[in-house]
């Protein structure tokens, strides 16, 4: 839930409807399933009782997605290119 949480940026529509992005079926009902806790706490949060949450499965947002090992390093080198210098030197390969 955590990845499906901040791989997209929420996007705050009128009326303080949330929408998020999500890449199918399976993370809505994963989220779903704890909207109800999730709600809660930004409601109290915030205090503010008129948020909602609306997901939006974009067909778009799934390429962000990282699958392979070879991807995710890539975008760990990209957070920290420091883990290249470390590969490097330590001969290692994927």
Same mark, same amino acid.
């Given at each position: 839930m955590y990845?499906?949480?901040t791989v997209n940026e929420p996007i705050l529509k009128d009326n303080f409807l949330v929408q998020l992005a999500i890449f199918n079926q399976a993370q809505a009902v994963d989220i779903n &399933?704890? /909207?109800?806790? !999730?709600? %809660?706490?930004?409601?109290t949060q915030?205090? &503010?009782? /008129?948020?909602? !949450?609306? %997901?939006?499965i974009d067909k778009d947002a799934e390429t962000?997605?990282?699958y392979t090992i070879k991807d995710k390093y890539e975008k760990l080198v990209?957070?920290?290119?420091?883990?290249d210098l470390f590969?490097?030197?330590?001969d290692l390969h994927f």
């Open positions: 990845s499906t949480l &399933n704890k /909207k109800a806790e !999730l709600l %809660l706490y930004l409601r915030l205090h &503010n009782t /008129k948020i909602d !949450l609306e %997901l939006v962000k997605g990282v990209e957070k920290n290119p420091a883990v590969r490097k030197k330590f």
